[in-house]
């Protein structure tokens, strides 16, 4: 085998591994996109998590308040509707 082909088949096998080398590279490079673009992802949810915790603690709280609103709305028909058939039984 003469040196020029033996020479030949290195500079090819050398072609190769470069190909392989930026090959490596580029995948390199779009997996820290995928990482970056999954931590901004993470920190979305992150933010949306507390969002939502904070509107549950706010509707909880409404909720409470309006139950006993209610109760206390159907407390005052309630006497409001017996004070007035009590004035009924007194006027009859």
Excluded: H, P
């Excluded at 190909?19 to 990482?35: C, H, K, P, S, Y």
């Excluded at 931590?39 to 509107?55: H, I, K, N, S």
């Amino acid at each position: 085998m003469t040196d020029e082909a033996r020479l030949a088949r290195i500079e090819a096998k050398l072609d190769k591994i470069s190909d392989a080398v930026i090959a490596m590279a580029r995948l390199e490079e779009q997996n820290i996109t995928l990482f970056k673009r999954m931590d901004r992802y993470e920190d979305e949810l992150r933010e949306l998590m507390r969002q939502v915790a904070a509107l549950e603690r706010v509707s909880f709280g409404r909720g409470v308040f309006f139950r006993s609103l209610d109760k206390l709305i159907w407390l005052a028909v309630g006497g409001g509707a017996s004070l007035g058939l009590a004035w009924l039984q007194t006027q009859l």
